[in-house]
């Protein structure tokens, strides 16, 4: 059969010449974007399979030691609670979580973080299950607290939502190691309006004392609400 048969054969079934041009070293680059759901042409060992892009994006990211990998994300609209349980210790050895713009129901209120042993079931909440300490800058005083007895460890403290202050909390922390059979440690940085009207910047640090492996986090505000914000969770992917 000619090369012109062959090619009419193919057409036959669906198959165009510049789908073939470019199986065949075709160098011509489109511009059409990516997205969920696009399939990509593989040579598993020898046969041609097709896969999906996220299936893609899930092994390299495997593959890609010490990256962050986005791991879920969640809005608030008069929420009581954000609660992450993506957590998975044959895959990442820490997280990252980030604020934006994370505003409270209630006035002069903490935003705080619990964990959970159980994938999410209960999170600990015992007098003393906790230690934290915060330091920084409200507006030209320093501010700093520290408790070794708590039932959660404070992300802010006396953050406001009046006017001017409702732009609510921004910044990140890092849990480290949650998986390890340690006190699981959170380090974190953050910038938010404190209840008088005045701008802090916060480092903020804790731990949760007893050793065992977390698996789910939770925040909310000491008192009322989440009324708006995103909270985002990746992992630190292991080598």
């Known amino acids: 059969m000619s090369r ?12 165009t010449k510049a789908e073939l041009d470019n199986i065949d070293g075709g160098t011509a680059r489109g511009t059409t974007a990516i997205a969920d759901g696009d399939g990509v042409l ?20 495997t593959k890609i030691g010490g990256g962050l990998e986005f791991i879920s994300t969640a809005d608030a609209s008069n929420t009581a ?6 957590f998975d210790a044959s895959k990442y050895d820490s997280y990252l979580f980030t604020f934006l713009n994370v505003v409270a129901v209630n006035d002069s209120t903490g935003l705080i973080l ?4 159980d994938s999410g079931s209960n999170y600990d909440s015992g007098a003393s299950d906790y230690l934290y300490q915060f330091r920084g800058d409200k ?3 320093g501010i700093a607290e ?8 404070y992300i802010t403290y006396g953050q406001g939502n009046a006017s001017g202050e409702e732009g609510g909390l921004s910044g990140h922390i890092f849990m480290y190691g949650p998986h390890i059979a ?14 008088d009207g005045n701008g802090v910047v916060i480092q903020t640090a804790g731990q949760r004392h007893s050793s065992a492996d977390v698996d789910a986090a939770q925040f909310l505000f000491q008192s009322g609400n989440i009324a708006s914000g995103t909270i985002t969770m990746y992992g630190m992917v292991n080598s």
């Open 182 to 195: 340690l006190p699981t440690r959170i380090v974190g940085q953050s910038f938010y309006y404190y209840s």
């Open 114 to 117: 619990r964990t959970s042993t």
């Open 81 to 86: 609670t954000i609660s992450f349980t993506g």
């Open 4 to 15: 012109q048969e062959k090619l009419a054969a193919l057409a036959s079934t669906g198959v």
């Open 146 to 153: 520290y408790d070794a007895t708590r039932q959660h460890i």
């Open 42 to 61: 593989i040579n598993d060992a020898g046969t041609m399979r097709m896969t999906s892009v996220e299936t893609m994006a899930t092994y390299m990211g």
């Open 139 to 141: 507006g030209n005083a």
